[in-house]
């Protein structure tokens, strides 16, 4: 199944800088480990914004809570998940 997400990121500005560096450490080695593992896909930054669009692969809603509830950034974010149906008009469908 497969999710478009958008991640809002806002870090309080008065969060301990070492603490801050450390989510952000951590958020990297996770997204990584999980795109390597193909249940993220695609990750783009938005032109901009401190935001990414996202793509995930995964099996269920049940999985993309857990993923997206295990990120380091999740209590700084706000996240919009949109399910992907396939179009009719896609020639790789
Ligand atoms: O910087 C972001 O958009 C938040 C984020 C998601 C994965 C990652 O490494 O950073």
Do not use: C
């Not at 809002?8 to 989510?23: E, G, M, Q, S």
């Not at 938005?46 to 857990?66: K, R, T």
């Not at 997206?68 to 790789?92: C, E, R, W």
């Amino acid at each position: 199944m497969l999710y478009h997400v958008r991640m809002d990121v806002r870090i309080p500005h008065d969060l301990d800088p070492d603490v801050r560096d450390d989510t952000i450490a951590r958020e990297k080695a996770y997204a990584q480990e999980l795109q390597r593992a193909g249940k993220w896909p695609h990750l783009w930054r938005i032109a901009g914004e401190y935001a990414n669009f996202s793509v995930f692969d995964v099996e269920s809603h049940d999985e993309l809570h857990q993923i997206l509830s295990g990120l380091p950034l999740f209590p700084y974010m706000d996240v919009q998940v949109t399910p992907l149906a396939k179009h009719p008009s896609d020639i790789n469908n």
